[in-house]
Nanobody
Framework: QVELVESGGGLVQVGGSLRLSCAAS?????????MGWYRQAPGKQRELVAR???????NYAEAVKGRFTISRDNAKNMIYLQMNSLKPEDTAVYYC??????????WGQGTQVTVSS
């Protein structure tokens, strides 16, 4: 069965860094499709913050451009998000998932990132 397990979140001060990891399993599509990191802050809708295609090109939301870096290891079905210069507005639960017009229909438990000022 499909599984997405996010890890690496935590409490960090403004300006700090965190590296999130996502382990994808249960399907052979993960290495062949675009993957992304999404986040959902309290009271807000989930938003896509970083995307990486199967071949490596990346895209970022304006709010995180220049501070976050997404990467992937297709051989291990792992997706990473390096987050630098963190701000209080980055506080959210972070999820990884495919980026597709056909949703996977499954979300992992996410990992909480809290940036304190």
């Amino acid at each position: 069965q499909v599984e997405l397990v996010e890890s690496g979140g935590g409490l960090v001060q403004v300006g700090g860094s965190l590296r999130l990891s996502c382990a994808a399993s249960g399907s052979n599509i993960f290495s062949r499709v675009a993957m992304g990191w999404y986040r959902q802050a309290p009271g807000k809708q989930r938003e896509l913050v970083a995307r990486i295609s199967s071949g490596g090109p990346t895209n970022y939301a304006e709010a995180v451009k220049g501070r976050f870096t997404i990467s992937r290891d297709n051989a291990k079905n792992m997706i990473y998000l390096q987050m630098n210069s963190l701000k209080p507005e980055d506080t959210a639960v972070y999820y990884c998932n495919i980026v597709s017009s056909t949703p996977l229909g499954y979300w992992g438990q996410g990992t909480q990132v809290t940036v304190s000022s």
